[in-house]
């Protein structure tokens, strides 16, 4: 079991940036592969970017909406998972999840995961 809190969210201007974290607790959490996941309201929760566990020589991986804007990046020895966004527009706004897959190859289903935070809500307006 891994509980993950999301921090780094709030409102940012067009054209900003905001470095969201999300903090694991427990052990062992290198060997989780770690997801960001986004929801606006009305609308389904959708994947934004995933980074694989310690052993895994995969890439991270993004959505289209944010390749070129959003990086993925993880601190195993500070069982954190950061997702830097650059470049925000008005329709990134949405509550932003992380998500935690044991040992497992992640995906951009929800259903890949098994461990999800509370979320932490990123509004971008002027």
């Known amino acids: 079991q891994v509980q993950l809190v999301e921090s780094g969210g709030g409102l940012v201007q067009p054209g900003g940036s905001l470095n969201l974290s999300c903090t694991a607790s427990?052990?062992?959490?290198?060997?989780?592969?770690m997801g960001w996941f986004r929801q606006a309201p009305g609308t389904e929760r959708e994947f934004v970017a995933e980074?694989?566990?310690?052993?895994?020589?995969?890439?991270?991986a993004y959505a289209d909406s944010g390749k070129g804007r959003f990086t993925i990046s993880r601190d195993d020895v500070k069982s954190t998972v950061y997702l830097q966004m650059d470049s925000l527009k008005p329709e990134d706004t949405a509550i932003y999840y992380c998500?935690?897959?044991?040992w497992g190859t992640g995906g951009t289903s929800p259903q890949d995961y098994d461990f999800w935070g509370r979320g932490t809500q990123v509004t971008v307006s002027s």
């Open positions: 980074i694989r566990f310690y052993k895994s020589d995969k890439s991270p």
């Open positions: 998500a935690a897959d044991d």
């Open positions: 427990g052990r062992l959490f290198n060997r989780y592969t």
